[in-house]
């Protein structure tokens, strides 16, 4: 087939891939976007395919059967997780202006611009070969079909580089690849033009793949091919036609690197988060991109049949079945297709790739470098201009260093291999990337540790044994280890072996990864700045995702900012994007911004769109003055979940007291009542007190005065009763006040030291009258040293009194048989005087003999009633107890009561 | 013949008084000091009219009204309660026991004497 139809071809397609991208660049501007629609979204997402599968699946297949599916059952299985991390990584980027996964790597662990430039570096190393292999599928390709009708295998090209297809095709790439990403320099502003051409590339090698198996499988089922093959008893085809599932753990690593290959690749990253104009179209990706996997597959097995049954020397590689067979059925158009398909595969892939790596590169590896210098001498005014050159200049050295790649190693292996070590390569970013959406824990220093640690060991059991291979390095040394240790052999490593090298490197890389990751983050907490991201990231699906509480504090210029801006995006759409915000926050102009935590979050995350999170971080810190914000403040502003619980648990709190203050009050209300009723019983109990006499002295009073006739006997025994009663009516009026007093604590208390026997003395002297009267019998029984008490003298009287006329009541009187007699004793009782009072009256039932100290609960035994008020004892009992002492009522021992009261000794100070 | 008149209460002094009052108005007149010892002599012999008062040491005013309303063979007594206890519940429930009149403490002497008397002419 000659070279310039071939060509022609090829740049035929390119241009309309060209056309489709302007095409829908153009819609977009008109407002028409033929991006924004989920199956364009989900096509875009098989930019995952690439010419290794295109060309590899059936190579990997005629190789080990079913082994080659693992590739696309991890994506498919991961795919129903895309509802949490894929939505989580979604949102997070759209909040933060996420541009790459360098980007979102280095925004989550606090910004850090050396964990970006670090994930750069691992991925540009990662893909490179992936690259390689890209360009060597196309250069492949090309020389094969140059060669039609006959189907002969390239020789190791040996030619001088610009003689060379594939130095050719990264060149032409390249050109491509820049005329198509580097228009903008906002990255944010998705390249909706780019994805549409990726959709439509999909579309291509999904066709050109699915033609080629209709027209193959049907040749294979065609006459007696396949019995032939069968008859032939081939070996080689064993695998396919009584297929195995290969060993458990490659079965599994494949599919696990699979599945995070197919969100950590930056091209995958790109499309997948970035390109994501609405997280709604994941749902429709999240069935459609597995079966467009399964679509593309479908024929991988049948292909690898006829491929060995058509070339049954062995001299074909199987990678290349797919194209020579065609050829050698004579089918010209069938192996244009597939070629086209090919490059259409190749093609996608290196653009995405490209210009994901060229953005990382030019914002996380060269501008931070380029600020550190600018820190001294200022930095150009037309900041943008450089960002796209260094872009540019990105990309160009991308794909020589993939045509690099593959004139050093790409010709000691097979395409399926090279895409599994740049898979490993990339799977190092998963512990930081889920467990940076899942886990608050991790730090600047945990991620970067555990990325080198995996990086490193990457190197060591995938990469060196690779270069050992092309003859770099000493193949005994894979054997045999560095320097002869054994242990410590790269593909081998501590001695582990039987695994497949891909299992064994992804194993030992991820080991050392994971736990360098944990081990170093579990070394200090997390910082104000990992912390505010780690909630950002980690709660992402909560609260809506966007909303974010900046977490900043410092002065700030809006001028300052705007001016920042204007050097990296123009005046012009800085002026736009600072007037859309002034907008949202009801500002009429973007300079009248108050210059707050809000507006300098926005101008880091304008900046973000532009040169990524880290570097905008910095640039924004250069010209607004920031205040340390403490750990502590941190997790109070931040920790919402905290906070939450927090509240709720005050809430919580709070309802119990409010509950106990509840308890509490019924409690006191039913004190009060209680209260409350004991009050109106006392009222009611004095007001019936009052009424009696008052009813004598009126019914008296009357008598007298409507009778003035009366004798004076009679006269002088009413006027008697009357001064009685009246007297009786004071000291009930002065023993209510006194008692509410002393209750109150309103009385006064003039305590002294008072000696007890002259109390006594002094109680019976004021009593002596009614004794006498009564006829009753006194004794005292004292001792003859003074008993001191601290006390106050007239009330400790007040009481004594009491207690005399108490007995004096209900002592036995006017019978001259049995004559009152009341005792009066003093004693010391262990640290207590006590003085009891006896009688030899009719005694208080066992059952009343509390209740005589209750106010107006007299002895239902009667007496003499005018002589008590019903409040004496009860008044007894509050001063004594007030004097720290206590009162009680008894059975005298023989007949009679005894009221006693106990009050501490006063030590007399030592003289 | 001369209408008699029991006196149940336990002040002393207002027993005097009444005593007093009632035998000025020509009235005999005997006196008990508490519920029991009153309705003893009450069943004993029957008098015109009681002047009860209700806070009493053994058996109170109310106890010694309802056994008098509950005896059909004192029907013809009448009682006048009399009593510190202001509350119109209690004297409610003095009515209602079957008291034919009631009257607080203090009293006027002349109300009283005028309406025992009232109490005493309804039968004659």
């Known amino acids: ?911 | 013949m001369n209408k008699r008149i029991l006196i149940i209460d336990d002040e002393p002094n207002i027993v005097i008084s009444l005593q007093f009052l009632m035998e000025r108005a020509g009235y005999l007149v005997e006196v008990a000091s508490d519920g029991e010892a009153g309705l003893d002599l009450v069943r004993a012999q029957p008098p015109d009219l009681i002047v009860l008062d209700v806070m009493m040491p053994k058996l109170d005013g109310f106890g010694v009204l309802e056994a008098i309303r509950a005896d059909s063979a004192l029907a013809g007594v009448r009682v006048l309660m009399l009593t510190a206890k202001g509350r119109e519940a209690e004297q409610r429930k003095g009515l209602e026991l079957g008291a034919d009149a009631y009257m607080p403490k203090p009293f006027s002497t002349r109300d009283l004497v005028a309406r025992v008397k009232a109490l005493l002419d309804e039968d004659t």
Request: glycine residues 8%; proline residues 5%.
């Open chain 1, 1 to 911: 087939m000659s070279g310039p139809l071939i060509i022609v071809l090829s740049f035929a397609y390119l241009g309309l891939l060209f056309a489709v991208a302007w095409w829908a660049d153009r819609r977009a501007d008109q407002g028409r976007s033929v991006v924004a629609h989920p199956t364009v979204y989900a096509l875009s997402l098989a930019v995952y395919c690439t010419a290794w599968t295109f060309y590899g699946s059936v190579g990997r297949a005629a190789e080990s059967g079913l082994g080659f599916l693992t590739i696309y059952l991890g994506p498919t299985l991961i795919a129903l997780l895309w509802g949490s991390l894929a939505l989580k990584m979604v949102r997070v980027a759209k909040a933060e202006r996420i541009i790459s996964i360098a980007d979102f790597i280095a925004s989550r662990y606090g910004k850090s611009q050396l964990l970006g430039g670090l994930v750069t570096i691992v991925a540009v190393i990662g893909v490179i070969p992936y690259i390689a292999l890209q360009l060597k599928a196309v250069s492949w390709s090309f020389t094969i079909l140059l060669d039609y009708p006959v189907v002969r295998m390239p020789s190791a090209a040996d030619v001088p580089p610009w003689a060379d297809t594939a130095f050719i095709v990264a060149l032409l790439l390249a050109a491509f690849t820049i005329l198509f990403g580097t228009r903008h320099l906002d990255a944010s502003q998705r390249y909706e033009g780019l994805v549409a051409a990726i959709a439509f590339e999909s579309i291509v090698k999904l066709t050109a793949f699915l033609v080629a198996g209709v027209v193959l499988t049907l040749w294979l089922l065609g006459p007696a091919h396949f019995e032939l093959a069968i008859a032939a008893d081939d070996p080689r085809l064993q695998p396919l036609l009584q297929p195995r599932v290969p060993p458990f753990q490659d079965w599994f690593a494949t599919s696990l690197l699979a599945a995070l290959a197919v969100m950590l690749l930056p091209r995958q990253f790109q499309v997948t988060v970035v390109e994501n104009s609405d997280e709604r179209h994941l749902r429709r990706a999240l069935w459609l991109f597995p079966l467009y996997l399964l679509l593309i597959n479908l024929f991988v097995v049948p292909i690898a049949i006829a491929g060995l049954v058509a070339f049954p020397n062995g001299d074909v590689d199987a990678d290349t079945f797919i194209l020579t067979l065609p050829i050698l059925l004579q089918l010209p158009w069938l192996a244009l297709l597939v070629f086209i398909g090919g490059l259409s595969a190749a093609t996608g892939m290196v653009i995405v790739e490209t210009i994901a790596l060229s953005t990382m590169v030019s914002n996380d590896l060269v501008l931070p470098l380029l600020l550190r210098r600018w820190r001294r001498r200022s930095p150009p005014a037309d900041l943008g201009r450089w960002l796209l050159a260094i872009r540019r200049g990105a990309i160009l050295i991308i794909l020589l260093l993939g045509y690099g790649y593959y004139r050093l190693a790409g010709e000691a292996y097979e395409l399926v291999s090279i895409g599994l070590v740049s898979f490993v390569a990339v799977a190092q970013f998963a512990p930081m990337v889920i467990g940076g959406l899942y886990w608050r824990g991790g730090t600047r220093e945990g991620a970067l540790a555990g990325l080198t640690a995996g990086f490193l060991v990457w190197m060591y059991t995938l990469l060196l044994p690779y270069f050992a291979m092309s003859g770099w390095l000493p193949p005994a040394f894979m054997e045999a280890g560095p320097g002869g240790v054994q242990l410590l052999a790269p593909l081998a490593l501590f001695g582990f072996e039987g695994w497949n090298q891909v299992t064994h490197g992804l194993f030992w890389s991820l080991a050392a990864n994971i736990g360098s990751f944990l081990l170093i983050s579990s070394l200090r907490e997390p910082n104000a700045v990992e912390a505010a991201q780690a909630r950002i990231f980690v709660d992402a699906t909560r609260h809506g995702g966007a909303g974010k509480a900046p977490l900043w504090r410092g002065s700030a210029e809006i001028a300052e900012l705007m001016s920042l801006a204007e050097r990296f995006l123009g005046p012009e759409r800085t002026a736009a994007a600072f007037a859309d915000y002034a907008r949202r926050r009801g500002v009429a102009r973007a300079q009248l911004l108050p210059p707050d935590a809000a507006t300098v979050y926005f101008a880091e995350t304008l900046l973000s769109g532009a040169i990524g999170g880290a570097s905008a971080r910095v640039m924004v810190a250069s010209v607004t003055e920031e205040e340390i914000i403490g750990m502590d403040e941190v997790l109070n502003i931040l920790d919402e979940a905290n906070e939450i619980r927090a509240y709720s648990h005050e809430l919580e709190r709070k309802s119990q007291a409010l509950e106990a203050a509840t308890a509490e009050l019924r409690a006191a209300n039913l004190q009060l009542q209680e209260l409350d009723r004991l009050k109106d019983d006392f009222m009611s109990s004095v007001t019936h007190e009052l009424r009696t006499p008052l009813a004598s002295i009126r019914a008296f009073s009357e008598i007298l005065h409507d009778d003035p006739d009366l004798a004076v006997e009679q006269r002088q025994r009413f006027i008697a009763i009357l001064v009685s009663e009246t007297e009786r009516l004071s000291r009930l009026v002065n023993q209510v006040l006194d008692l509410a007093k002393i209750e109150s604590g309103h009385a006064d208390w003039r305590n002294e030291v008072v000696i007890l026997q002259e109390t006594i003395a002094q109680a019976l002297s004021t009593t002596e009258q009614l004794l006498r009267e009564r006829g009753i019998v006194v004794t005292l029984e004292q001792p003859a040293t003074p008993a001191a008490v601290w006390a106050d003298r007239d009330r400790l009287i007040q009481v004594l009194v009491n207690l005399l006329a108490n007995a004096a009541k209900f002592a036995p009187a006017g019978d001259p048989e049995v004559p009152g007699q009341v005792r009066v004793s003093l004693a010391a009782a262990g640290a207590d005087w006590r003085v009891c009072v006896t009688d030899n009256g009719p005694g208080i039932p066992e059952h009343e003999r509390e209740l005589v100290f209750e106010k107006f609960r007299q002895s239902a035994s009667g007496g003499n009633k005018p002589l008590g008020t019903g409040l004496g004892l009860p008044i007894s009992r509050q001063i004594i107890e007030h004097l720290g002492g206590r009162v009680w009522a008894e059975a005298a021992p023989e007949k009679g009561a005894r009221l006693c009261f106990d009050l501490p000794a006063h030590a007399p100070p030592p003289a």
